[in-house]
């Protein structure tokens, strides 16, 4: 009875605990402008162990979702670099020193105004959830459903952080 809700980027599978979605979000590819993997038809997620990869840092939401998208499809994954600013990552990327893996609504200004590009990886499914979470037997207060209609009337390019 520490929290009484909480916000994840991940998936419950405890029957004692309730959720909602109230938002989607999308992990990006990004790449410098002239990166080989632009002139591909088709990027598969084995191409980007051959490159630098720049992540975020242990534990982070985006992070843990990667670690789990390569290990189950048996790829390594071992970071070039790791930084707790998608800004700094963002400016690497631009910079040459790699490719990275980022939420949309984080990139998209990048992406958008030619920083960097980005390219659509055919073979996963990148998807993730926001949800609310709270106990099944929690009390939820008039302002803790207030709080929670205003998670969902959020508009999705709302920058949820990461």
Same mark, same amino acid.
């Given at each position: 009875n520490k929290l009484d809700i909480a916000l994840i980027e991940s998936t419950i599978d405890d029957p004692d605990l309730?959720?909602?979605v109230f938002s989607h979000d999308q992990l990006r590819l990004i790449t410098p402008p002239d990166h080989p993997l632009l002139q591909k038809d088709r990027v598969l997620l084995n191409d980007l162990v051959a490159y630098p990869l720049l992540m975020r840092e242990e534990g982070s939401? @985006? *992070? =843990?979702?990667?670690?789990?998208?390569?290990?189950? *499809?048996?790829?390594?994954l071992r970071?070039?670099?790791?930084?707790?600013? =998608?800004?700094?990552?963002? &400016?690497a990327v631009h910079y040459g020193l790699g490719i990275s893996l980022l939420p949309h609504q984080l990139v998209e200004? $990048?992406? &958008?105004?030619?920083?960097v590009l980005t390219k659509d990886i055919a073979d996963v499914d990148l998807s993730r959830q926001h949800m609310i979470v709270w106990h099944r037997n929690k009390y939820l207060s008039p302002m803790l459903q207030a709080f929670m209609a205003l998670?969902?009337?959020?508009?999705?390019?709302? $920058?949820? @952080?990461?």
């Open positions: 309730c959720y909602q939401a @985006g *992070r =843990t979702f990667l670690e789990h998208v390569f290990s189950s *499809r048996g790829l390594p970071p070039a670099t790791v930084s707790i600013s =998608t800004h700094a990552i963002l &400016k200004e $990048d992406i &958008k105004n030619g920083n998670c969902e009337a959020a508009p999705p390019e709302a $920058d949820l @952080g990461e």
